[in-house]
C-alpha cells in the first residue's frame, strides 16, 4: 500500500511503513503541511497497525532535511517552538508512536530535522550524513522538551557543544555522541534498516510497545518544579520576543550574517 501526500510519500510492507521526504525543491524543510503530512500518516501507520516505521529523505540525497520552515517563525512575539506547534507534535507522536521509528539517514541534517533524528528511537547514518542543531545562529530560543531530547541521546556536554556552536557534526562524531547507532555505506544502507526493521518487526509487538513506553517515562522522568517552568519559559519569552530574534530571523531569510547586539 502506497500514498502521495505530495510533501511525503508513504508505503507499507511486512508491517514495515516508511515515510518518504518529497519535497526536495525546498530540501525537504519541515514546512506546516509536511509536518501535517507526517503526523496523519502516523496516524494511519497505528491503525493498521504498523510495527516499524522508517522515516527517510529520497535514495541519495545531500540533504535529509533543513529542518524547520523558518518562512513560517512568527515575529510577533509568539512562541516559535511551543507545544501547540505542528513540530512538537510530530515529535510527540513519534516518542509515542507505539513501534520503533528508524531514521534512514543520508546527507545533511538540520535544526528541527535533527531534533526528529534524535527523537527517533534508532537512526542508521551514511558516511557523509552530518548533523547540526542551529538555533544560537538565527537566535531561536529552544524549548525546553527539545533540549532534553538531546541531553537524552547525546549527554549533557555534548548537547551544549552542539547548541552552544551551531557547528555540523560529521557522521564519525555522530557515532561517537550517540546520534546514530551505525554509519553504512550509501550503496547498502536502505538494505540494512530494512533488515534491521524486519528483525524488529518479527518480535512481539505488544512487548515492543510495552519497552518503548518504559524507555520514554524513565527518559523524562526529570522532575521540575513549577516556578523552574516557569522561568524557564521567562528566559525564552526574553529571546523570542528581542531583535535579536527578529534580525536572525531576517537574516537567514535575506542570505547575509546577522548582526547580534551585546545582551
Request: with cysteine; glycine share 8%.
Amino acid at each position: 500500500m502506497e500514498n502521495n501526500y505530495g510533501s511525503i510519500l508513504t508505503g507499507i510492507n511486512d508491517f514495515i511503513g516508511t515515510i518518504t521526504f518529497n519535497n526536495q525543491s525546498k530540501l525537504n524543510a519541515l514546512s506546516s503541511a509536511m509536518l501535517g503530512d507526517i503526523i496523519y500518516a502516523l496516524e494511519n501507520f497505528r491503525k493498521n497497525k504498523v510495527r516499524v516505521v522508517i522515516i527517510r529523505a529520497g535514495k541519495g540525497s545531500k540533504v535529509w532535511s533543513a529542518g524547520h520552515d523558518i518562512n513560517e517563525l512568527p515575529l510577533d512575539g509568539i512562541d516559535p517552538l511551543g507545544q501547540e506547534k505542528p513540530l512538537e507534535k510530530m515529535l510527540k507522536m513519534v516518542q509515542e508512536y507505539p513501534g520503533p521509528v528508524i531514521a534512514l539517514i543520508e546527507g545533511s541534517v538540520w535544526g528541527g530535522a535533527c531534533d526528529l533524528a534524535i527523537t527517533s528511537d534508532l537512526a542508521i547514518g551514511s558516511p557523509d550524513c552530518t548533523f547540526a542543531i542551529t538555533p544560537a545562529k538565527i537566535g531561536v530560543p529552544y524549548n525546553a522538551s527539545g533540549i532534553l531530547h538531546f541531553i537524552n541521546r547525546l549527554g549533557l556536554s555534548h548537547a551544549k557543544e552542539m547548541f552552544f556552536t551551531g557547528s555540523p557534526v560529521d557522521a564519525e562524531t555522530a557515532l561517537h555522541f550517540g546520534i546514530i547507532n551505525h554509519v553504512v555505506e550509501n550503496d547498502g544502507i536502505e538494505s540494512f534498516t530494512y533488515k534491521l526493521a524486519g528483525k524488529i518487526a518479527a518480535n512481539s509487538p505488544l512487548s515492543i510497545e510495552v519497552i518503548k513506553e518504559q524507555f520514554r517515562i524513565l527518559t523524562n522522568a526529570h522532575p521540575i518544579t513549577p516556578n523552574a517552568f516557569e522561568h524557564i519559559e521567562s528566559l525564552r519569552r526574553k529571546v523570542y520576543c528581542s531583535d535579536d530574534y527578529k534580525e536572525g530571523i531576517n537574516a537567514f531569510k535575506e542570505k547575509r550574517k546577522p548582526s547580534f547586539k551585546c545582551k
